[in-house]
């Protein structure tokens, strides 16, 4: 590796934690454990973490996962997720975790989530800007503006965002969308796109009386400035 990869670990099971970090040690990564959500939010003030873990069922994840990511804009955030957690882990990710390994898991699959956790970290920092006409994002500071208005996103919408925003003009389906959040199997049936879509529309309605963000029927959608002088355009 060209530059040493810095995971933090936030785990309150002391052995797993240190399975864990010997594990991804023994590939080259310098692990830091932690065992509380406090001391998770105290690390990511003091340093820049590439990947945080965090164990779903041993902290008060969705504020720790809030707090990381005010700290630690850039960071990738990998939860642990045990069974029977599906409302718990949609507001991790809500709340601006990047993806989850689903318990039990072998750490070949744990290596395979980090790595690709990376590589989309390497993607975002390749662009520091992305703008389409009057939409402007900011992938340091993680602001958005429409018309000079800033828009106030949540998590997940602004990741919805931008990977629309990396494709402008060019139709992205629900899968597409799907699998850049969360790289999950596709059952073709989930709302969850749509609903963030709508949230987006509305929240560009209200500061600029207009949408951009297009539906095309049966393939998905598209950021489409053709009509951004049409209120309500969907």
Not at 106 to 116: P, S, T, V
Request: a neutral charge; aromatic letters at 4%.
């Amino acid at each position: 590796m060209s530059e040493t990869v810095r995971l933090l670990i936030v785990e309150d099971d002391s052995v797993r934690a240190s399975n864990f970090s010997s594990s991804l040690s023994e590939v080259g990564y310098h692990c830091r454990r932690v065992s509380s959500g406090a001391a998770a939010i105290e690390a990511a003030k003091a340093d820049d973490f590439h990947v945080v873990i965090v164990d779903l069922s041993s902290t008060s994840s969705v504020q720790t996962i809030q707090a990381v990511r005010e700290y630690s804009p850039n960071a990738n955030i990998l939860l642990l997720s045990p069974p029977r957690t599906d409302h718990q882990r949609n507001a991790a990710l809500e709340a601006g975790a990047d993806d989850f390994v689903m318990e039990p898991f072998e750490m070949g699959e744990m290596r395979a989530r980090i790595e690709a956790a990376l590589i989309r970290g390497k993607s975002r920092s390749r662009s520091q800007r992305l703008e389409h006409g009057p939409l402007v994002m900011d992938i340091v500071s993680r602001k958005v503006t429409f018309h000079e208005k800033a828009l106030s996103l949540t998590p997940t919408e602004f990741r919805i965002l931008g990977v629309l925003l990396q494709s402008p003009g060019k139709v992205v389906s629900r899968q597409m969308l799907h699998e850049a959040l969360w790289e999950l199997g596709w059952d073709g049936v989930t709302n969850v796109i749509e609903v963030h879509i709508n949230r987006l529309r509305t929240k560009m309605r209200a500061v600029a009386d207009q949408t951009v963000i297009r539906t095309v029927r049966g393939c998905g959608y598209v950021i489409d400035m053709r009509n951004a002088s049409r209120v309500g355009v969907e």
